[in-house]
């Protein structure tokens, strides 16, 4: 990473997003750029506030300094936020969706973005082996303490699942598809290290057609993304998946309004 003065990071931070939340988008885009370019990691995810703004387009992914910060700043309430204040539940019915339709055994799981270990916690016991995976080492700490997991690693999802060496017969991916926007080599990777046979559970967060505007993806008001439901259907079928649960759920709430999304299971046929 950069080198950079924290002290002039912090304040043109705070700037940018007191502009931002006064309405003032002309000069927070300003603001955010000054942010930027103070630091080119962009731990404070600029980049995302710029393309949520409409300054920019919609970048990639989030950039990695920016969502190991973020959940690193949070892992000690993370799941008090997430659950109980947020309403997230992803896991908890992604569980009853593998239970009622694709119970296994499985022999190994992998746990893409495994936060805290919700996904693990849930439906790990029908697996005989569970690695996890995350950007946030106080993530991983967390996760280490439910005892649910064999193998905890701290790194970049495509990037492990780019370099694996095994394969998994149950992967999931639960919250991790809000924070990349091109999800081309997220799929390449996944059809990589998923067997033939296996099983993957995802889950994605959209908007109202009118807002994705025949978009694939496009950056959220709450600064994630959201992708189109054809666009993960070309990606699944790309890379050797059937989806046979594909859900419009609701993922979390922010603001006290639901955030729409899709949970979907699928098995890979080659």
Not at 37 to 62: E, F, V
Not at 131 to 153: K, N, P, Q, R, W
Not at 221 to 233: E, K, V
Request: charged letters at 25%; a negative charge.
């Amino acid at each position: 990473m950069h080198d950079i003065d924290l002290d002039a990071l912090e304040e043109a931070y705070e700037h940018a997003l007191a502009l931002e939340k006064a309405g003032k988008s002309e000069n927070a885009i300003d603001a955010w750029r000054t942010v930027l370019a103070l630091d080119p990691d962009d731990r404070g995810g600029a980049a995302i506030r710029l393309a949520a703004l409409g300054a920019t387009d919609a970048p990639a992914k989030a950039p990695d300094a920016y969502v190991a910060t973020l959940f690193d700043q949070h892992a000690d309430v993370f799941e008090t936020i997430l659950v109980d204040q947020l309403g997230y539940a992803v896991p908890m019915q992604a569980e009853a969706a593998l239970k009622r339709d694709a119970p296994g055994p499985y022999e190994c799981m992998l746990d893409l973005g495994c936060g805290t270990g919700l996904s693990g916690v849930c439906f790990g016991d029908c697996a005989g082996h569970v690695t996890g995976v995350d950007l946030s080492e106080e993530m991983i700490a967390a996760t280490d303490e439910t005892e649910c997991y064999h193998a905890l690693f701290v790194g970049e999802a495509v990037r492990f699942m780019q370099e694996a060496d095994e394969r998994w017969d149950l992967v999931s991916a639960t919250d991790v598809l809000p924070y990349i926007g091109d999800l081309s080599a997220f799929f390449e990777g996944l059809s990589r290290v998923t067997e033939p046979g296996g099983v993957v559970a995802l889950s994605s967060e959209t908007l109202p057609p009118a807002l994705m505007a025949g978009r694939d993806y496009a950056v959220t008001p709450h600064h994630r993304f959201a992708h189109a439901q054809d666009y993960l259907r070309r990606l699944l079928a790309t890379g050797g998946f059937s989806p046979f649960v594909f859900e419009a759920i609701t993922v979390r709430r922010e603001q006290d309004m639901p955030i729409p999304g899709w949970l979907v299971l699928a098995r890979k046929d080659r």
